[in-house]
């Protein structure tokens, strides 16, 4: 019996790492909710809502049960076991205050504005890239595009 040659080990190695045979995790998908109202009428459906509206990149319109109206970013949130535990942080729109929103307090939220950086991921970026590149654009730079 005989030892694998340096150039058989190395073949072996190399079949290991083939990128046909390696295993793919699937991407993120990312479901749209720009102008999506949802239906909170449940403690599940209104945590639900509020954690896509936190994964969200645009504004968020949140009435509370008050009948008062805040529209903004939610840049925080906290779940706790019950909803009166649970809170949103939000930087509403016309102001730079920073609000602290109950869950129990939350009467209906809707997904009101825009998502600035729907269709400007990375893969987007590469694809215009190169698309301009191809196209003969001599003036290309690596500067990212503005959100707005």
């Known amino acids: 019996m005989s030892a694998p040659t340096h150039a ?11 990128p046909e045979k390696l295993e793919v995790a699937p991407g993120t998908v990312h479901e749209s909710v720009e102008g999506w109202v949802p239906d909170v009428a449940t403690e599940s459906e209104l945590r639900e809502a509020l954690e896509k509206a936190f994964d969200f990149r645009g504004d968020v319109a949140i009435t509370k049960k008050d009948g008062s109206k805040i529209e903004g ?17 939000v930087l509403p729109r016309d102001s730079n205050q920073r609000v602290k929103i109950s869950y129990a307090e939350i009467a209906a939220l ?39």
């Open 73 to 89: 970013y939610i840049f925080d949130r906290v779940t706790g076991a019950t909803l009166e535990s649970s809170f949103v942080r």
């Open 110 to 148: 809707a997904f009101s504005g825009r998502d600035p950086a729907a269709g400007k991921s990375w893969e987007a970026w590469v694809r215009k890239y190169w698309e301009k590149k191809s196209s003969g654009e001599g003036n290309l730079t690596i500067q990212p595009e503005s959100l707005e």
């Open 8 to 18: 058989e080990r190395h073949a072996t190695a190399n079949a290991a790492l083939d």
